[in-house]
């Protein structure tokens, strides 16, 4: 059905950026809404950014602010700017898409340090 591949994760300090990217081996990319979750040790994975198929935005309270997610239907990618991270931006961070099925995916280890 299709493959995602994050990449761009690591380790920062706090106040410091990183960009994340989700490339998508996806026919009609552009159909597909996409987002980004995260999943903190010892907690339950929670949604943090959507882009839907026409550019309609909404970020989770946590990252309101500080994170920007965007999309390019040209290259497949959709991509989670972090700015001013904190140290309970830890977490593996996931790129999701959903049109008729949902689609993860393998996750990318984001440590921020204080």
């Known amino acids: 059905q299709g493959q995602l591949v994050e990449s761009g994760g690591g380790l920062v300090q706090a106040g410091g950026s990183l960009r994340l990217s989700c490339t998508a081996s996806l026919s009609s990319f552009s159909d597909y809404a996409m987002s980004w979750f995260r999943q903190a040790p010892g907690k339950h994975r929670e949604q943090i950014a959507r882009i839907g198929k026409t550019g309609t935005l909404w970020y989770g309270l946590p990252v309101d602010g500080r994170f920007t997610i965007s999309r390019d239907n040209v290259q497949n990618t959709v991509y989670l700017q972090m700015n001013n991270l904190k140290p309970e931006d830890t977490a593996v961070y996931y790129c999701?898409?959903?049109?008729?099925?949902?689609?993860w995916g393998q996750g990318t280890q984001v440590t921020v340090s204080s």
């Open positions: 999701h898409a959903f049109r008729d099925f949902d689609l």
